[in-house]
């Protein structure tokens, strides 16, 4: 099944993407993850994503399209994929369109923007492994300290109350016109993001089966 993960920075489509990777064995591709990842090895891409990020502003459609055609060729694609943050313009939704990716499923998880700045500033993730914790609904063992590896907890800089202002404002800017992209190729599937994590990963994949 090939996937794509629709919704607003801080909707879930992260903690969601893991439950349905594990659940139909795909991997999922977060562009986001990439980006970091390169911005941590201080790559040429890394640096120059830098000034987007940490704005909370896009990066060119032109890096993430080159990012997204890169990783769909490697053998772990073969049976299907989560695109999780991308497309998020029409543009990149035209490469991918353009690069005869058949999309089976886009999912829109949908979470007022009151939410989205509550549960993003309250954010905390593993400066080691990346992984995700919430200062109220996710909190690690022990304070600031991953449970997983160890690491120190940290808020990411795009992850600050004036920047998820920014990026919320870009999402419906540019972003949210894809619902209607993927509405009229009839692909679009509408979650709506509950209080509990575990009742939005039930809807989810009761999505995946409609
Ligand atoms: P995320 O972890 O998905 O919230 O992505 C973090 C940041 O990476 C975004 O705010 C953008 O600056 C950049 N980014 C990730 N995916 C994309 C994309 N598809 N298009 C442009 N920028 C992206």
Known sequence: MKLILLGAPGAGKGTQA????????IPTISTGNIIRAALKAQTEMGIKAKEFIDKGLLVPDD?????????????????GFILDGFPRTVPQAQALDEMGVEIDKVIDIQVPDEKIVQRLSGRRVCGGCGASYHLLYKK????????????????????KEETILERLKIYHEQTEPLVEFYKAKNK?????????????????LKALED
């Open 140 to 159: 690690p063992e022990k304070d600031g300290v991953c449970n997983l590896c160890g690491a120190q907890l940290v808020q990411r800089v795009d992850d």
């Open 63 to 79: 890096v993430v399209i080159g990012i997204v055609k890169e990783r769909l060729k490697e053998d772990d694609c073969k049976n």
């Open 18 to 25: 893991e439950v349905i990777s594990e659940h139909l064995s």
């Open 188 to 204: 679009l599937t509408v979650v709506e993001g509950q209080e509990e994590v575990a009742d939005t990963t039930a809807l989810t």
